[in-house]
């Protein structure tokens, strides 16, 4: 499927193209209805009436606005949030929307937007549905803005929303096309992201590959860096290890050693070589990396894969004390976050490695039941595979193959990372696509 019309139709099309409305909710479940599940009693009421008056006044025609509400409506609503004691940094963003229903002229979109973004921000962690509820009005509040776009399709492909994530992506990109070329380019990576978690490597390829190409016209080298790491995770679950090693010696020299994002990078060569059974190779680079991911949402995840390549090369103290911090720390992970079931994978991974079949069976187990859950097919596919190893508990069929013949390709990029490694200073890493 293309991602914009062809080069003519949008010549003819000229500046006053209008990107199509994106999916606003999943399935025909009411407006932000997740939001009184995720947050009891009368805030979370309060809330859903917030979000539901700024949808219903954003939806409306612009002559019809300023009719919409009762004359008191407003007043109304300043007594309810007195009389709900909310917590003082939503008394401005629900003050906003309590002007917006007495205006009697049309409110100013820019003051909405502004005010459902700190509602947004306040959600963050504990509420995810409410953050993209209130993400998502911002972003039809100011309609132009691919920034808002681009931050409401991050939130609903992390949500698992993928129908209402692509079209937020795509609205994203019509609307940045020659305004704004870094949320340009990144909503097509954000786009590879979804498509890459699906299992879709193909699309995942097409969108990276536009992402790169935009990159380089643009002169802009980390987000060229950043679209090379993505093709290059794409490669190697394509199996194609010499497009590996070129996207990743690329983003290497595009990122270079003090860059935000080169851990993320060592961490993804890591689990490359892993998946070509060099857990040598890997494991001293996972140890490295621990410092430099101190946030638990990024550290679980090089854990994950510092037990499985532990256990693929048999260091059975590093095995017992990386899966045992894993555990720890996904017990405090919220049930919502998006990436417990290839965590769980991994595990299930490593636990085969070492032989350990039932824990291995109940990691692979719970794989399953979150990759389904939320509609991740590839990390299904991979735990369904995982498990059936642990169930046979066939030692030849269990262990993970160990290659002693490190090719020179691979030795010379370990060096190139590990040289990178020892020159950077402490920072702390960032987030991706």
Same mark, same amino acid.
């Given at each position: ?23 606003t909710r999943r399935g025909n479940g009411a407006e932000g ?173 097409? %969108?990276?590959?536009? !992402?790169? #190409? =935009? $990159?380089?016209?643009?002169?802009? *080298? /980390?987000?060229?860096? @950043? ?63 621990l410092a430099s991911f101190p946030n638990p949402a990024e550290?679980?995840? %090089?854990?994950?894969? !510092?037990? #499985? =390549? $532990?256990?693929?090369?048999?260091? *059975? /103290?590093?095995?017992? @004390? ?78 993970? !193959?160990? #290659? ?11 060096? @190139? ?17």
């Amino acid at each position: 499927m293309k991602l914009s019309p062809p080069r003519s139709a949008r010549a003819r099309a000229g500046r006053c193209y209008v990107p199509t409305a994106p999916l606003t909710r999943r399935g025909n479940g009411a407006e932000g209805a997740e939001i009184l599940t995720e947050i009891p009693g009368e805030l979370g009421v309060l809330l859903w009436a917030t979000l539901r008056d700024v949808m219903l006044y954003l939806g409306a025609p612009a002559a019809e606005r300023g009719s919409l509400f009762p004359a008191d409506a407003g007043e109304s609503r300043r007594a309810e949030i007195k009389r709900c004691g909310v917590d003082p940094a939503l008394w401005a963003p629900l003050l906003v929307v309590a002007e917006m229903m007495e205006a009697a002229e049309e409110a100013s979109r820019a003051r909405v937007a502004h005010a459902c973004r700190a509602l947004a921000r306040w959600a963050e962690g504990e509420a995810p549905a409410t953050r993209l509820a209130f993400s998502q009005a911002a972003a039809l509040a100011r309609p132009g803005d691919p920034r808002l776009a681009l931050a409401t399709a991050r939130l609903a492909r992390d949500a698992a929303d993928h129908a209402r994530a692509e079209t937020w992506f795509r609205r994203a990109v019509k609307l940045a096309r020659g305004k704004d070329w870094e949320s340009y380019i990144r909503a097509f990576l954000g786009l590879g992201v979804m498509y890459y978690r699906g299992g879709n490597y193909p699309a995942a390829s097409v %969108v990276a590959g536009r !992402a790169l #190409r =935009a $990159a380089r016209r643009r002169r802009l *080298r /980390e987000m060229e860096g @950043e679209a090379h790491h993505d093709l290059m995770l794409i490669a190697c679950e394509r199996n194609r290890p010499s497009l590996v090693y070129t996207h990743a010696r690329a983003a290497l020299e595009a990122f270079g050693p003090q860059h935000r994002r080169l851990p993320f990078l060592a961490h993804d060569v890591a689990c490359a070589w892993c998946d070509e059974g060099r857990f040598d190779l890997a494991l001293p680079v996972f140890g490295r990396l621990l410092a430099s991911f101190p946030n638990p949402a990024e550290r679980v995840r %090089v854990l994950a894969n !510092a037990t #499985r =390549a $532990a256990g693929g090369a048999g260091s *059975r /103290e590093r095995y017992e @004390e990386y899966r045992a911090s894993v555990i720890t720390l996904l017990r405090e992970t919220p049930d919502a976050a998006p990436s417990i079931a290839e965590l769980m994978l991994l595990v299930a991974r490593a636990d085969n490695s070492r032989g350990e079949w039932r824990r291995a069976e109940e990691a692979a187990l719970q794989s399953i039941g979150r990759a389904t859950q939320r509609g991740e097919n590839q990390n299904r596919l991979l735990a369904e595979a995982q498990h059936q190893i642990a169930v046979t508990r066939q030692a030849g069929a269990a262990t993970e !193959a160990r #290659r002693d013949t490190v090719p020179e390709h691979a030795e010379r990029l370990a060096g @190139e990372l590990t040289r990178t490694l020892e020159l950077r200073a402490p920072a702390t890493a960032g987030a991706g696509a």
